[in-house]
């Protein structure tokens, strides 16, 4: 009987733990800067409104952002990303849809730093391209955070940069991701 | 005489040069130094995205605008705090303050008018660089 009983609460408490850690994790103040360095000069912006969500069963992995949210230090900085690089009254959002590859090897009920690979379409001003990035998942008292840091290639993305300034801008942009998620309502 | 010339030509060149580099340096203005391009309530602005983004975006975006709402949450992330005003069933008004001057006064309930940079819509409308109106 003792046996029975022992095993109920295992079983039970193994689903209670199964229960909590399944579902959709969200942000939306998620944190995205990126730094172009060259010898002229560095350029750094950062996004703070970047909304994520983070399905913990399956690892589908999507970020949404407004190009118009990133914060320069410099007015013509934030001017000329806008208006001549990012052209962002045409092409107002960056998105990224994918999936956490490895998702299988996070334990969402054990703290710890998980090293994962996330695969999916980036799309930055109107062009999408497959891109598969390093990053990690940190679990800590059931709360989820993740981070990446990766390079982008302005060319790939039809970003024109005028000669003028060729040197002032990075031909490779260094990308960082910050998320801290919140379980979902829904 | 030549001289003359090569002394004007110089200081008129580093004026010049002294002018662009402050141009070129000039921060962002802040936002209570900007005036408000126009005045709105959460709900008509978070339903007129839902409606039809392209055309909102196009009337809102790059605006400095004050957005008169009610307080649906705070909340501080990385330093940052944003304030929610309830816009509709489906999101509100997201707004990131520039300092939090009189913000951790705030709570849900509050009527307050705040003002900001629209930069578009998510699942809210995103407001940045915003200060809390007296």
């Given at each position: 009987?003792?046996?029975?009983?022992?095993?109920?609460?295992?079983?039970?408490?193994?689903?209670?733990?199964?229960?909590?850690?399944?579902?959709?994790?969200?942000?939306?103040?998620?944190?995205?800067?990126?730094?172009?360095?060259?010898?002229?000069?560095?350029?750094?912006?950062?996004?703070?409104?970047?909304?994520?969500?983070?399905?913990?069963?399956?690892?589908?992995?999507?970020?949404?952002?407004?190009?118009?949210?990133?914060?320069?230090?410099?007015?013509?900085?934030?001017?000329?990303?806008?208006?001549?690089?990012?052209?962002?009254?045409?092409?107002?959002?960056?998105?990224?849809?994918?999936?956490?590859?490895?998702?299988?090897?996070?334990?969402?009920?054990?703290?710890?730093?998980?090293?994962?690979?996330?695969?999916?379409?980036?799309?930055?001003?109107?062009?999408?391209?497959?891109?598969?990035?390093?990053?990690?998942?940190?679990?800590?008292?059931?709360?989820?955070?993740?981070?990446?840091?990766?390079?982008?290639?302005?060319?790939?993305?039809?970003?024109?940069?005028?000669?003028?300034?060729?040197?002032?801008?990075?031909?490779?942009?260094?990308?960082?991701?910050?998320?801290?998620?919140?379980?979902?309502?829904? | 005489?030549?001289?003359?010339?090569?002394?004007?030509?110089?200081?008129?060149?580093?004026?010049?040069?002294?002018?662009?580099?402050?141009?070129?340096?000039?921060?962002?203005?802040?936002?209570?130094?900007?005036?408000?391009?126009?005045?709105?309530?959460?709900?008509?602005?978070?339903?007129?995205?839902?409606?039809?983004?392209?055309?909102?975006?196009?009337?809102y975006n790059d605006k400095n605008i004050a957005v008169k709402g009610t307080v649906q949450g705070v909340t501080t992330e990385g330093g940052k705090t944003t304030v929610i005003l309830k816009g509709g069933?489906?999101?509100?008004?997201?707004?990131?303050?520039?300092?939090?001057?009189?913000?951790?006064?705030?709570?849900?309930?509050?009527?307050?008018?705040?003002?900001g940079f629209c930069t578009g819509y998510l699942t809210d409308v995103v407001l940045v660089r915003c200060v809390l109106q007296p």
């Open positions: 009987m003792k046996k029975q009983v022992l095993v109920l609460v295992l079983v039970a408490v193994v689903s209670a733990a199964n229960v909590f850690a399944q579902g959709k994790y969200i942000t939306k103040n998620g944190h995205i800067e990126f730094f172009s360095a060259t010898s002229m000069e560095n350029i750094a912006a950062s996004n703070d409104k970047v909304s994520s969500v983070l399905d913990t069963q399956t690892g589908k992995l999507d970020f949404a952002l407004l190009i118009k949210a990133f914060e320069f230090e410099k007015a013509l900085m934030q001017e000329h990303f806008n208006e001549n690089y990012m052209e962002s009254d045409k092409f107002p959002k960056s998105t990224f849809k994918g999936q956490v590859v490895n998702i299988a090897d996070v334990n969402f009920t054990k703290n710890g730093t998980y090293k994962v690979t996330v695969k999916g379409d980036l799309t930055i001003h109107g062009v999408t391209k497959a891109v598969e990035v390093p990053g990690t998942i940190t679990v800590k008292d059931g709360a989820i955070s993740a981070n990446s840091k990766f390079e982008v290639a302005v060319a790939d993305y039809n970003i024109e940069i005028p000669k003028l300034v060729r040197d002032n801008i990075a031909k490779t942009i260094a990308v960082t991701v910050a998320m801290n998620y919140q379980p979902s309502q829904n | 005489m030549k001289k003359y010339i090569l002394i004007a030509v110089l200081v008129i060149g580093a004026v010049g040069a002294y002018i662009g580099k402050t141009m070129y340096d000039k921060p962002v203005a802040s936002t209570s130094d900007v005036k408000t391009d126009l005045e709105i309530d959460a709900a008509t602005l978070f339903t007129e995205f839902e409606q039809n983004e392209q055309s909102a975006g196009d009337k069933d489906m999101g509100g008004v997201s707004c990131e303050m520039q300092d939090n001057t009189g913000v951790d006064k705030l709570k849900e309930g509050d009527a307050v008018t705040i003002k």
